[in-house]
Nanobody, 122 residues
Framework: QVQFVESGGGLVLPGGSLRLSCLAS????????MSWYRQAPGKERELVAT????????NYADSVKGRFTISRDNARNTLYLQMNRLKPEDTAVYYC???????????????WGQGTQVTVSA
């Protein structure tokens, strides 16, 4: 059974950093592009960043370019998101997923983990 377990969220001051992790199980991530999504209160889930199968390509939402870095460890079946210079508008629940469509376009599997809460506040 496909499962995603996200971790690493927390409360951080504006300008701070966090590193999120996502452990996938039930399938091998090395055949999928992988993405991070986020959902803020009252808003739709949005695609934040995508990394190709061998990490040769990445794609980021304009709102996080230059601040977030997506990476993966296929041997550990794990996805990461390094978030620097965090802003209050980055506050959301963050989720990971595998992509099934064109690179850079959201086409996630129909499975979602619990997500990890990131709160940026003074």
């Amino acid at each position: 059974q496909v499962q995603f377990v996200e971790s690493g969220g927390g409360l951080v001051l504006p300008g701070g950093s966090l590193r999120l992790s996502c452990l996938a199980s039930g399938f091998n991530i090395d055949t999928y592009a992988m993405s991070w999504y986020r959902q803020a209160p009252g808003k739709e889930r949005e695609l934040v960043a995508t990394v190709s199968t061998r990490a040769r390509r990445t794609n980021y939402a304009d709102s996080v370019k230059g601040r977030f870095t997506i990476s993966r460890d296929n041997a550990r079946n794990t996805l990461y998101l390094q978030m620097n210079r965090l802003k209050p508008e980055d506050t959301a629940v963050y989720y990971c997923n595998a992509e099934t469509g064109i690179f850079g376009r959201a086409a996630p599997l129909n499975y979602w983990g619990q997500g990890t809460q990131v709160t940026v506040s003074a």
